[in-house]
């Protein structure tokens, strides 16, 4: 359909131009077989014309034959067509998608970002990308006329698929990036439509899935990026033995689990988690969570999991004894409702954290916008930059062949973020220094160090080795693998799933390679 519209354009140009051609040859032979006439040579015909079309009217050639009058009147009728459609077209260009595919055009070199819909994540994305890079180019698929807000940033709205724009890059510089930032939009979204055959990066939001779904195609979940960044930022502490959850939607799952996963910080250890909300799907999932945590009943020797089935305001006594209340309803506004239900009629001993998408003054806050649609959240090079250390490190120490990190399934790519995530506790723990969020070369170094000084001890290695089965068999076990004489992915079996006590001293030894890993890992860093 495009292309048989530019060719109807074609043959308009070429019949106005044999039009134009017409007129002045008409106009230079009855001109110049007069001898009085001022139009003498073709050139002053074009003169003529070009003065009379355009309106400008110097007066300095006139015809004066009838022939010649008849054709003036003709370019004088025709000057205020001209004139209009030029006008036309200047505006139409400038309201129209011809002035932002120009501006694209000059803009080639630059990091395109692309964003199908603007909305409030998209938009806070954008601003952090635009921040984080000085050569961003960012680019809404829709028109400008539809949104009331302005950005705070340079954009380009252009109502185009994302093949034209890909088409207008054409392979200069980095790859196009295209986010999908409606939940599911991958199955929904008509510009999603064979983005997978594109020379583009595509980041899509999505409430279950892989983390990939072919070679160009990465899923995010924002329940996930606010469970990691919460964890991150508030990380629990040895004092803390007793966790309240209110909300079991998508954000209070993901919460647990990654509590689940990473929160490992001493093998005396006795947490407390209590859950408010429906967790029967949750429990018939993860069957064999009964073998690692007590279930639905307290313990002093090992973490518990307990699942309230009535609402939480029936259990006043759990809420005053808790040492962190974690309010992560899905419905914000009903979040808030509880939270000031429980500063106004509760005596809270412990913290109370709220999910909320915007700060609040004097409220402890997480998975705020501006913290969860980062690049470093949504591209997740970042944030994953320990995990693909410590694959890239693995298969370097092996002489069979590995998987890049790309190739991996989601299985053992969330092995490896697990196991980078817990390199985080691990220097907390060496440094005994609750307040680092992030890995950084100088940190790892000081902890290794410590790691290095304290081994020759053969308690404290004991300590190391049990601390690390710990967090494996946890992440094995979550994953409803079983314990069994040798190791098989396809019926999720492995000799090691049992006690630290049960295991041959070489499967002990084994231990050692994570807290190992963090020499290698301080030299990357660096």
């Given at each position: 359909?495009?292309?048989?519209?530019?060719?109807?354009?074609?043959?308009?140009?070429?019949?106005?131009?044999?039009?134009?051609?017409?007129?002045?040859?008409?106009?230079?032979y009855?001109?110049?077989?007069?001898?009085?006439a001022?139009?003498?040579?073709?050139?002053?015909?074009?003169?003529?014309?070009?003065?009379?079309?355009?309106?400008?009217?110097?007066?300095?050639?006139?015809?004066?034959?009838p022939?010649?009058?008849?054709?003036?009147?003709?370019f004088?009728?025709l000057?205020?067509?001209?004139?209009?459609?030029?006008?036309?077209?200047?505006?139409?260009?400038?309201?129209?998608?011809?002035?932002?595919?120009?501006?694209l055009?000059?803009?080639r070199?630059k990091?395109?970002?692309?964003?199908?819909?603007?909305?409030?994540?998209?938009?806070?994305l954008?601003?952090?990308?635009?921040?984080?890079?000085?050569?961003?180019?960012?680019?809404?698929?829709?028109?400008?006329?539809?949104?009331?807000?302005?950005?705070?940033?340079?954009?380009?709205?252009?109502?185009?698929?994302?093949?034209?724009?890909?088409?207008?890059?054409?392979n200069t510089?980095?790859?196009?990036?295209?986010?999908?930032?409606k939940?599911?939009?991958?199955?929904?979204n008509?510009?999603?439509?064979?983005?997978?055959?594109?020379p583009?990066?595509?980041?899509?939001?999505?409430?279950?899935?892989?983390?990939?779904?072919?070679?160009?195609?990465n899923?995010?979940?924002?329940?996930?990026?606010?469970?990691?960044?919460?964890?991150?930022?508030?990380?629990?502490?040895?004092h803390?033995?007793?966790?309240?959850?209110?909300?079991?939607g998508?954000?209070?799952l993901?919460?647990?689990?990654?509590?689940?996963?990473t929160n490992?910080?001493?093998?005396e250890?006795?947490?407390?988690y209590?859950?408010?909300?429906?967790?029967?799907?949750?429990?018939?999932?993860?069957?064999?969570?009964?073998?690692?945590?007590?279930l639905?009943?307290e313990?002093?020797?090992?973490?518990?999991?307990?699942f309230?089935n009535?609402?939480?305001?029936?259990?006043?006594?759990?809420l005053e004894?808790?040492?962190?209340?974690?309010?992560?309803?899905?419905?914000?506004?009903?979040?808030?409702?509880?939270?000031?239900?429980?500063?106004?009629?509760?005596?809270?001993?412990?913290?109370?954290?709220?999910r909320?998408?915007?700060?609040?003054?004097?409220?402890?806050?997480?998975?705020v916008?501006?913290d969860?649609?980062?690049s470093?959240?949504?591209?997740?090079?970042?944030?994953?930059?320990?995990?693909?250390?410590?694959?890239?490190?693995?298969?370097?120490?092996?002489?069979?062949?590995?998987?890049?990190?790309?190739?991996?399934?989601?299985?053992?790519?969330?092995s490896?973020?697990?196991?980078?995530?817990?390199?985080?506790?691990?220097?907390?723990?060496l440094?005994?220094?609750?307040?680092?969020?992030e890995?950084?070369?100088?940190?790892?170094?000081?902890?290794?160090?410590?790691?290095?000084?304290?081994?020759?001890s053969?308690?404290?290695?004991?300590m190391?080795?049990?601390?690390?089965?710990m967090?494996?068999?946890?992440?094995?076990?979550?994953?409803?693998?079983?314990?069994?004489?040798?190791?098989?992915d396809?019926?999720?079996?492995?000799?090691?799933?049992?006690?630290?006590?049960?295991?041959?001293?070489?499967?002990?030894?084994?231990?050692?390679?994570?807290?190992?890993l963090?020499?290698?890992?301080?030299?990357?860093?660096?």
């Open positions: 359909m495009l292309k048989g519209r530019k060719n109807t354009y074609v043959y308009l140009i070429i019949i106005v131009i044999l039009i134009y051609i017409g007129l002045l040859t008409i106009l230079y009855s001109e110049s077989t007069n001898s009085d001022m139009i003498q040579t073709l050139g002053d015909a074009i003169w003529y014309s070009l003065v009379t079309l355009t309106t400008v009217g110097y007066g300095d050639l006139i015809p004066v034959t022939i010649g009058h008849a054709v003036g009147i003709i004088l009728l000057s205020a067509g001209i004139m209009v459609t030029m006008l036309g077209a200047v505006v139409s260009f400038i309201t129209s998608e011809g002035l932002p595919f120009f501006m055009g000059l803009q070199h990091n395109w970002y692309y964003f199908a819909d603007y909305g409030v994540e998209s938009n806070t954008a601003a952090n990308i635009y921040k984080e890079d000085a050569d961003a180019l960012i680019i809404y698929g829709e028109r400008r006329s539809n949104q009331s807000e302005i950005p705070n940033y340079p954009c380009i709205y252009l109502s185009a698929s994302p093949e034209r724009i890909v088409a207008k890059k054409k510089g980095t790859r196009c990036k295209i986010f999908l930032m939940e599911n939009d991958i199955g929904s008509s510009r999603a439509v064979n983005l997978h055959e594109l583009v990066e595509v980041y899509a939001r999505t409430t279950n899935g892989q983390d990939k779904l072919s070679g160009n195609i899923f995010f979940h924002s329940y996930e990026c606010c469970a990691r960044q919460y964890w991150r930022s508030r990380p629990l502490c040895r803390e033995n007793m966790i309240v959850l209110i909300g079991f998508n954000y209070g993901s919460i647990l689990e990654r509590a689940i996963l490992i910080i001493s093998i250890q006795h947490v407390a209590h859950i408010f909300g429906d967790a029967e799907e949750f429990l018939a999932i993860h069957e064999h969570l009964g073998e690692i945590f007590s639905n009943k313990s002093k020797t090992e973490d518990s999991l307990i309230h009535e609402t939480w305001t029936k259990n006043r006594s759990v004894r808790a040492d962190r209340i974690i309010i992560c309803e899905d419905n914000e506004e009903d979040g808030w409702g509880i939270f000031w239900t429980l500063n106004r009629y509760y005596k809270i001993s412990g913290r109370i954290d709220l909320s998408s915007r700060r609040a003054p004097e409220v402890s806050c997480f998975g916008n501006e969860i649609y980062t470093q959240q949504i591209i997740r090079t970042g944030l994953n930059k320990a995990a693909i250390m410590i694959n890239e490190l693995f298969r370097r120490s092996v002489s069979y062949p590995t998987l890049e990190w790309d190739e991996l399934d989601d299985l053992h790519r969330q490896k973020i697990v196991a980078a995530d817990h390199l985080l506790m691990k220097t907390r723990i440094l005994d220094d609750e307040t680092i969020t890995l950084t070369a100088d940190s790892v170094k000081k902890a290794y160090d410590k790691y290095c000084n304290t081994k020759s053969a308690a404290t290695k004991e190391y080795r049990k601390l690390d089965h967090r494996w068999l946890r992440f094995y076990t979550f994953y409803n693998w079983r314990n069994g004489p040798y190791r098989d396809t019926i999720r079996q492995h000799p090691m799933l049992r006690p630290y006590e049960e295991l041959t001293e070489e499967q002990r030894r084994e231990r050692d390679a994570a807290w190992e963090m020499g290698s890992i301080f030299t990357e860093l660096e």
